[in-house]
């Protein structure tokens, strides 16, 4: 078997065997041999052991294995004998050179060391005669130092009774310099001589230099509580006194009250503040960038205070805690004026500078009173005045909008109607969508400042923008409620409509209302929505149980709720005011005595003037919408084309019971069909709202005409005027198959109420209407 056939684990295995078996003890003596037992029954694996016994070896291996397998075991033992000669050989080999490279070592020693002892003996010599000289110098030199060092003990001794005796006049040259730490120095450093010799040698020295001390503790606490020193000459005067050993305990009171009266002129000055914001955003005025920025009064007004803090807790240890409330009462104060600030219109640039000042002021009190905790005291305090920031950027801008609304208002009060309301929806739609980016841009930056008190408070920023957006566009719909002249049970700011109170709503700002309303819902929300999912996503501050601060659909279904009530309100309203006239018209005359007709009655040249006017208000708001003509779309208006033959069938009849029975079942019949295609839903278009209008002006006109009884005269004078209002109201229409039938219905009920229901002969009412229309071209040439 060849040595490179051997798999690398057994021949490592054999090779530490080999090495055991060569440095090992005798094999008589190990635990195998001990332990090992005649008994145990002998394995071809045995061969590496140390109770291997050859004899047991053979026969097993003979009984075991055939003829091949012998010869095979036999060949493989010599190649392994083989490879044990070789490896023994090299770990001979190895040892051989180990063992001379170890005995040249010891030789080059051995050589090394016998020159070395001599060197140490020479060494040694002349160590003990440098010792033997320094001991002579030392004897014939120790009268003399004796002699020297007591002489400078008493040059010292004399030095410092030079000092006493010049003490008090040292005390007088400091306090004509008001160099009183100096003095104090001084003072002190004589202190034990005057406590060992101040009755005897040192008397007078003594009691002058108390005499000037005592000048020098007056004019400490004279300075101490002195209006005109600083907060911390104040302080230093009062470290002075505690090391002249005066009972400074009973200042603490009044020191701390300097320091509390102190609070008022570090209280930050929003006037500067917006200035030096003014500034810092003027190009103009902010220099150059490499020049070192002085510190602001304020600044060095906060270093000073909080220097006094900490000189005040140096000679009051036990003064924590009234630090504390004094630091917090600042940090308080500071955002009492912020919130104030708040209250007017600012942007997030401002608050920012202001947010930055204060923050600066806790990190230098946190620097010299870290028991205060005032970044954890101060985040409080910023989140209510961030959290008020917003709900005034939400309120300002409400307020833009009423703004813009409320001009319109004005407008229409005082009669300036040209394109005024135009001008006052796009003025809205800007206030809401251009207002509403520029307070998420806004609110942005407050999201991007790297401020400490900010980035702690970024998720509630999120929920606090979303959530106001949220209440602001419900406060939007009750805005429009409100201006509307509609009840809202929210509650509602009044500064934003006032003067609307108690006056008389105007339809066009109704309409604008309604189309305003629609904006929001197909514009305005999903922009914000967008915006808001972009930067302003994340925040979940917000308990689970209140649900998500933002739902754009709810919002979107309230405002398209609004916006069809308040086109349908603004429909009622025009509606109305048409029907006062029309209810004038039927009640003044008496109808059973009219003349004969000569003319169309002014009632409708009034109406034509109504409709007029609306036209002019919804194209100035509404989009133009598509004619439709619904003569063959229907069955209400297909039969009410087919009976106007026999309508005027039965018109040209005698007044007969019969007859107007059956006129009677024929309207009703047709009145009950065409119901449901006569009103359809209105849509946010010019002719779909003038055509509701008309519709309910001549549904309202057909019940006044039910509450009327006519002669002959007064039902040709209804047939005349509704025959002329014809073509001019199919014109401004949309559903002329639907007016066609109304129309129709105000002259069958007319004749129901007719006591001689005879119409006028066709061309006597073709003359009638021309001579309505010369006479309208003659007034208005222009027109014709």
């Given at each position: 078997?060849?040595?490179d056939?051997?798999?690398?684990?057994?021949?490592?295995?054999?090779?530490?065997?080999?090495?055991?078996?060569?440095?090992?003890?005798?094999?008589?003596m190990?635990?195998?041999?001990?332990?090992?037992?005649?008994?145990?029954?002998?394995?071809?694996?045995?061969?590496?052991?140390?109770?291997?016994?050859?004899?047991?070896?053979?026969?097993?291996?003979?009984?075991?294995?055939?003829?091949?397998?012998?010869?095979?075991?036999?060949?493989?033992?010599?190649?392994?004998?083989?490879?044990?000669?070789?490896?023994?050989?090299?770990?001979?080999?190895?040892?051989?050179n180990?063992?001379?490279?170890?005995?040249?070592?010891?030789?080059?020693?051995?050589?090394?060391?016998?020159?070395?002892?001599?060197?140490?003996?020479?060494?040694?010599?002349?160590?003990?005669?440098?010792?033997s000289?320094?001991?002579?110098?030392?004897?014939?030199l120790?009268?003399?130092?004796?002699?020297?060092?007591?002489?400078?003990?008493?040059?010292?001794?004399?030095?410092?009774v030079?000092?006493?005796?010049?003490?008090?006049?040292?005390?007088?040259?400091?306090?004509?310099?008001?160099?009183?730490?100096?003095?104090?120095?001084?003072?002190?450093?004589?202190?034990?001589?005057?406590?060992?010799?101040?009755?005897?040698?040192?008397?007078?020295?003594?009691?002058?230099?108390?005499?000037?001390?005592?000048?020098?503790?007056?004019?400490?606490?004279?300075?101490?509580?002195s209006?005109?020193?600083?907060?911390?000459?104040?302080?230093e005067?009062?470290?002075?006194?505690?090391?002249?050993?005066?009972?400074?305990?009973?200042?603490?009171?009044?020191?701390?009250?300097?320091?509390?009266?102190?609070?008022?002129?570090?209280?930050?000055?929003?006037?500067?503040?917006?200035?030096?914001?003014?500034?810092?955003?003027?190009?103009?005025?902010q220099?150059?960038?490499?020049?070192?920025?002085?510190?602001?009064?304020?600044?060095?007004?906060?270093?000073?205070?909080?220097?006094?803090?900490?000189?005040?807790?140096?000679?009051?240890?036990?003064?924590?805690?009234?630090?504390?409330?004094?630091?917090?009462?600042?940090?308080?104060?500071?955002?009492?004026?912020?919130?104030?600030?708040?209250?007017?219109?600012?942007?997030?640039?401002?608050?920012?500078?202001?947010?930055?000042?204060?923050?600066?002021?806790?990190?230098?009190?946190?620097?010299?009173l870290?028991?205060?905790?005032?970044?954890?005291?101060?985040?409080?305090?910023?989140?209510?005045?961030?959290?008020?920031?917003?709900?005034?950027?939400?309120?300002?801008?409400?307020?833009?909008?009423?703004?813009?609304?409320?001009?319109?208002?004005?407008?229409?009060?005082?009669?300036?109607?040209?394109?005024?309301?135009?001008?006052?929806?796009?003025?809205?739609k800007?206030?809401?969508?251009?207002?509403?980016?520029?307070?998420?841009?806004?609110?942005?930056?407050?999201?991007?400042?790297?401020?400490?008190?900010?980035?702690?408070?970024?998720?509630?920023?999120?929920?606090?923008?979303?959530?106001?957006?949220?209440?602001?566009?419900?406060?939007?719909?009750d805005?429009?409620?409100?201006?509307?002249?509609?009840?809202?049970?929210?509650?509602?700011?009044?500064?934003?409509?006032?003067?609307?109170?108690?006056?008389?709503?105007?339809?066009?700002?109704?309409?604008?209302?309604?189309?305003?309303?629609?904006?929001?819902?197909?514009?305005?929300?999903?922009?914000?929505?967008?915006?808001?999912?972009?930067?302003?996503?994340?925040?979940?501050?917000?308990?689970?149980?209140?649900?998500?601060?933002?739902?754009?659909?709810?919002?979107?279904r309230?405002?398209?709720?609004a916006?069809?009530?308040?086109?349908?309100?603004?429909?009622?309203?025009?509606?109305?005011?048409?029907?006062?006239?029309?209810?004038?018209?039927?009640?003044?005359?008496?109808?059973?005595?009219?003349?004969?007709?000569?003319?169309?009655?002014?009632?409708?040249?009034?109406f034509?003037?109504?409709?007029?006017?609306?036209?002019?208000?919804?194209?100035?708001?509404?989009?133009?919408?598509?004619?439709?003509?619904?003569?063959?779309?229907?069955?209400?208006?297909?039969?009410?084309?087919?009976s106007?033959?026999?309508?005027e069938?039965?018109?040209?009849?005698?007044?007969t019971?019969?007859?107007?029975?059956?006129?009677?079942?024929?309207?009703?019949?047709?009145?009950?069909?065409?119901?449901?295609?006569?009103?359809?839903?209105?849509?946010?278009?010019q002719e779909?709202?003038?055509?509701?209008?008309?519709?309910?002006?001549?549904?309202?006109?057909?019940?006044?005409?039910?509450?009327?009884?006519?002669?002959?005269?007064?039902?040709?004078?209804?047939?005349?005027?509704?025959?002329?209002?014809?073509?001019?109201?199919r014109?401004?229409?949309?559903?002329?198959?639907?007016?066609?039938?109304?129309l129709?219905?105000?002259?069958?009920?007319?004749?129901?109420?007719?006591l001689?229901?005879?119409?006028?002969?066709?061309?006597?009412?073709?003359?009638?209407?021309?001579?309505?229309?010369?006479?309208?071209?003659?007034?208005?040439?222009?027109?014709?």
């Open positions: 078997m060849a040595v056939d051997v798999p690398l684990d057994d021949k490592a295995k054999r090779m530490r065997d080999l090495l055991s078996s060569f440095y090992a003890p005798d094999p008589s190990s635990p195998q041999n001990n332990n090992s037992s005649p008994s145990q029954p002998a394995t071809l694996d045995a061969i590496n052991t140390t109770s291997f016994n050859p004899d047991q070896y053979m026969n097993l291996l003979a009984q075991k294995s055939n003829l091949e397998g012998l010869l095979q075991r036999h060949v493989e033992m010599a190649a392994e004998i083989k490879n044990l000669d070789t490896d023994l050989q090299m770990l001979v080999y190895e040892n051989y180990k063992f001379i490279s170890a005995t040249d070592t010891i030789k080059r020693m051995k050589s090394n060391i016998v020159g070395m002892e001599a060197n140490m003996e020479h060494l040694l010599e002349k160590i003990m005669s440098v010792q000289r320094s001991d002579g110098v030392n004897t014939s120790f009268e003399k130092r004796e002699h020297i060092e007591k002489l400078h003990r008493t040059r010292n001794l004399l030095r410092k030079q000092f006493i005796y010049d003490l008090p006049a040292r005390l007088g040259k400091c306090i004509k310099s008001e160099a009183y730490a100096d003095a104090v120095r001084y003072y002190t450093g004589a202190m034990p001589i005057f406590k060992a010799y101040g009755d005897s040698s040192f008397q007078d020295c003594k009691r002058a230099s108390e005499e000037a001390v005592t000048i020098i503790i007056k004019n400490l606490q004279g300075k101490l509580f209006d005109s020193e600083s907060i911390q000459a104040r302080a005067a009062a470290v002075l006194l505690k090391q002249l050993n005066f009972p400074v305990d009973s200042l603490q009171a009044k020191l701390l009250e300097k320091l509390e009266q102190s609070l008022e002129e570090l209280q930050l000055k929003m006037e500067e503040v917006a200035n030096a914001s003014a500034d810092s955003n003027d190009p103009s005025k220099g150059n960038i490499s020049e070192a920025v002085p510190p602001t009064a304020h600044e060095t007004s906060v270093r000073e205070f909080a220097e006094a803090v900490r000189a005040y807790r140096v000679i009051f240890p036990d003064s924590d805690e009234q630090l504390t409330k004094l630091a917090q009462a600042l940090v308080t104060k500071h955002f009492e004026s912020t919130e104030q600030y708040i209250k007017n219109r600012i942007c997030a640039a401002d608050l920012l500078h202001v947010l930055g000042i204060i923050w600066k002021d806790v990190l230098l009190m946190d620097d010299v870290p028991e205060a905790a005032l970044p954890d005291y101060s985040l409080e305090a910023a989140r209510v005045a961030v959290k008020q920031y917003v709900a005034n950027a939400f309120s300002h801008l409400l307020h833009d909008i009423s703004d813009a609304l409320m001009r319109a208002h004005n407008k229409q009060k005082e009669g300036v109607e040209e394109d005024s309301l135009q001008v006052a929806l796009e003025a809205s800007k206030a809401v969508l251009q207002g509403s980016m520029d307070a998420l841009l806004d609110f942005r930056q407050l999201l991007d400042d790297s401020l400490g008190l900010l980035v702690k408070l970024r998720d509630l920023i999120v929920d606090w923008v979303q959530e106001g957006f949220q209440n602001f566009f419900g406060a939007l719909d805005l429009f409620l409100l201006l509307s002249g509609r009840n809202s049970s929210a509650p509602h700011d009044n500064s934003l409509t006032d003067g609307t109170q108690g006056e008389k709503v105007f339809a066009g700002l109704v309409l604008v209302l309604a189309q305003l309303s629609l904006f929001v819902e197909q514009t305005a929300i999903p922009r914000i929505t967008e915006e808001i999912a972009a930067s302003f996503s994340g925040g979940g501050v917000r308990g689970y149980e209140y649900g998500p601060p933002f739902v754009p659909g709810e919002i979107c309230i405002f398209h709720s916006g069809e009530k308040l086109l349908n309100l603004y429909i009622n309203m025009r509606t109305q005011r048409v029907s006062i006239l029309l209810k004038k018209r039927f009640t003044t005359p008496n109808w059973v005595k009219h003349k004969e007709p000569r003319e169309v009655h002014m009632f409708v040249d009034l034509l003037h109504e409709l007029e006017s609306i036209g002019s208000e919804v194209k100035q708001i509404l989009p133009q919408g598509l004619r439709k003509h619904r003569r063959n779309d229907s069955n209400g208006s297909t039969a009410s084309s087919r106007n033959p026999l309508r069938e039965k018109l040209s009849r005698s007044n019971q019969r007859a107007r029975s059956q006129l009677l079942e024929t309207h009703l019949a047709k009145l009950f069909k065409q119901k449901v295609e006569v009103f359809t839903k209105v849509e946010f278009t779909s709202v003038i055509t509701m209008v008309v519709k309910l002006c001549l549904k309202s006109l057909q019940e006044f005409v039910r509450l009327q009884t006519f002669n002959r005269s007064g039902f040709q004078q209804i047939q005349l005027d509704i025959q002329f209002l014809r073509t001019p109201v014109e401004a229409v949309e559903d002329e198959a639907a007016i066609d039938f109304l129709d219905e105000v002259i069958v009920a007319a004749a129901d109420r007719c001689d229901p005879n119409p006028l002969e066709p061309p006597i009412l073709d003359k009638l209407i021309q001579a309505k229309l010369a006479k309208a071209r003659e007034y208005s040439p222009m027109s014709s």
